[in-house]
């Protein structure tokens, strides 16, 4: 198994909304990482946990709140977001924490705030 | 900062023709990501490369990285429309904290005309 996995693929939420997104992966990778990416631009890094501690919290305001239960499951809870936090959320993990090395990329979820 | 610079923004080829994408960084690269991504979707990896002159085929798409270490080019023969996509160059930049971070160029969106 060399995927991973999010859901939902699509989410529509209001302001007031707490919402979570789900990604999971069951290849034995250490490190897995939230990434947000808005239209036509590159993916920017938000999360980062090694061995199921968050290392990386790349300036995140607090609306997001990352959450990893286990070596295979990486959630991000959503609370009181704005518009401006619309964009496709995208999950990864690679075998080893340090961030080096191939990345495995999930499907993304496209999160629209209304 | 490293920062990656693409070229070219975006490339429409006819079916058949063979096609460059290059990725620029003004600094050493140790670690060179190639992935594919469709609209709205997760991104594909397609190689890695680690040596000054290495160069990566898989099917149809051969990447280079130069002896340099500070520019790599991907080249697609003979396109198909499977080809279409974004295509991202990403490079690890070691942080302040000793973490390795993916750096995205911007990316380049590749159209094949049937």
């Known amino acids: 198994d060399t995927e991973v996995t999010q859901t939902p693929k699509h989410l529509v939420m209001g302001m007031t909304n707490k919402k979570s997104l789900k990604c999971e992966q069951h290849?034995?990778?250490?490190?897995m990482y939230w990434y947000k990416q808005k239209a036509k631009k590159p993916p920017e890094l938000m999360f980062v946990y090694s061995y199921e501690k968050l290392s990386i919290n790349e300036s995140v305001p607090s609306r997001f709140s990352p959450e990893c239960p286990n070596s295979s499951l990486l959630n991000l809870h959503l609370h009181a977001l704005q518009p401006e936090d619309s964009a496709l959320y995208l999950c990864?993990?690679?075998?080893?924490?340090?961030?080096?090395?191939?990345?495995?990329f999930g499907p993304g979820t496209r999160l629209t705030v209304l | 900062s490293q920062e990656l610079e693409q070229s070219p923004q975006s490339l429409i080829v006819q079916e058949g023709k063979n096609l460059t994408i290059n990725c620029t960084s003004s600094k050493t690269l140790y670690g060179l990501y190639w992935y594919k991504q469709k609209y709205g979707e997760g991104l594909i990896f397609l190689m890695m490369l680690q040596k000054g002159g290495e160069e990566k085929s898989h099917e149809k798409i051969t990447a280079k990285l130069d002896e340099k270490k500070q520019q790599s080019s991907l080249h697609i023969t003979a396109s198909q429309p499977s080809h279409a996509g974004i295509y991202l160059c990403?490079?690890?930049?070691?942080?302040?904290?000793?973490?390795?971070?993916?750096?995205f160029g911007t990316g380049t969106k590749l159209q094949v005309i049937p």
């Open positions: 990864a993990s690679s075998r080893t924490p340090g961030g080096a090395g191939r990345k495995f």
């Open positions: 990403g490079a690890d930049v070691l942080q302040s904290g000793g973490y390795q971070k993916v750096t």
């Open positions: 290849m034995g990778h250490r490190a």
